[in-house]
Structures are given as C-alpha cells and as structure tokens.
C-alpha cells in the first residue's frame, strides 16, 4: 500500500544486488512511496548482479563504488546532490561480507588479513560512509541514515563467526556517530537488527537454513522477512520517526525478547499434551 511517506524526498541505497537483496526490496519501496533514488555497488557487483535491471525499473542512475574506499564514497554523495537536485533525505547501508565465513574458516582458526576485510566491508565502511556524507555535507537537516544488523552483534550464534564482531562494531559506530551528526546537523542513524534472512550474503552462513527455522518457532509472531524489513526502513526514512536516532531497532517478529518457546521446545520433546490445561488449551506461559 502506497502512503506517500517518502514523497519528495532523495535517497541513495547501498547493497542492492539481486530480488533477495533487502536493499533491492527497500528501493522498490522508497520509489513507490514517492522518493526519487540512486543506486551504489562494488563495480564488481554491478556487472555482475542484476543492480542494472533495478536501476532501469526505478529509474535510478547507478553509481558504482568500493564502499571502502572514501574517494569513491565522495563521488557518490557529490553525484547524488547533482543527479537528485539536492541534499539526500536518507541513505541505506546493506553491505556485509565475510570472507572468513566464504572460506569456512572457524572463528578459532580465522584469518585475521580476511578478518580486516571483514570489519572494513561489513563495519568501517560505514563509519567512512558518514564521515564522508558529513564532509561534503551531503545529508539534508533531519535526514535519516540506516545500517542493517543482526541480534549476533549480541549474542553467540553458532557459523557467524567474525560477522559478529562486524555488527557489534556497527552498533558501536551507529551510536558513536549518531550522537556527533545529531547534535551538528540533526541527522538521525539507526541500525535494524533483522531476523535471519536468505539473501545472497546471508546463505554463506553455515547452518542458515536451521538457524531460519529456529528464528521462526522462537518468534511468536514468526520470522521477518525482506519485504517487512523494507517496510520498516521506509517507517524510519519517514517523518514520522524524526526523534528516533542511535537505537538498534529489532524487526525479529520478537525473537530478541525470546528465551525458549513452546514451538522450539517441540523440538527436544514430542510430549506437547503436558503443555494443555484440563480443557485441551496449549498453555504459553
């Protein structure tokens, strides 16, 4: 449903590489609520991915760009101001990758050249995003800047590995950075933390598919999924969320405030008929 939330408003969305890309699904939605866009991915992704067919369906010019590279980051927040006709009201950052993870390295045994990849794809480059935006003063007063994260920046999940520590230093810089960009320009950045979701990058995890299942029946409303999570970033790329800065929000369908389930717990036991009251009822509590 099309609310016009982002009516007027100009973005730039990092990471979109294919249809289960969340920020292909987060620039579908800015466009049909009324923004008008630009694209960036690595060069390499670009060619590769099918960035092209969404930039020519949304008609949104692409901007190919290392987001490790500042020089790079520079040219897509000038191009974007140029293209758009103005500062940016909100900015995407959906990248991540951990090359440790592709090569199935443990995180006792990980390779700590790839494990400096990892933090500057998946974190720093987020920092070099903003300082970046900041410099160049790019970002409109009160523009909305969001990085997607995962409950693992919190908590030990089994084959996430050093992505982990990625998401726990994005967090960091979210807040870090937050306050700085918030009290000087008004700008508010926020990270999602969303449940485990089967994009490109996320199949790489070990075990991802049981992790998804596991997420599912701990979640009492169930997993969400790109389109929900699209759905809440266009919420806080809006207006409506203009005092909401430095949070990491879960979009989880509530596995974050979750410690066991009647529905994993079935898992471990067949016995579900000592969880009914006298008159069959399933008893949650």
Known sequence: MNHKLLEGKRGIVFGALNEMSIAWKVAERAVEEGAIITLSNTPVAVRMGETAELGKKLNAEILPADATNVEDLDMVFSKSVEILGGKIDFVLHSIGMSPNVRKKRTYDDIDYDMLNKTLDISAISFHKMLQSAKKLDAIAEGGSIIALSYIASQRTFYGYNDMADAKALLESITRSF???????????????????????????????????????????????????????????????TRKVTMQNLYNDGGFSSMGMSLRAMKQYSNAVEENKDENGKIIYG
């Open 178 to 240: 937050g306050y700085i960009y918030g009290r000087e320009k008004g700008v508010r950045i926020n990270t999602i933390s969303q449940s485990p979701t089967l994009t490109t990058a996320g199949s790489g995890v070990k075990g991802m598919e049981d992790l998804m299942d596991f997420a599912n029946r701990m979640s009492p409303i169930g997993n969400a999924n790109a389109d929900d999570c699209a759905d809440y970033c266009i919420v806080m790329f809006s207006d409506l």
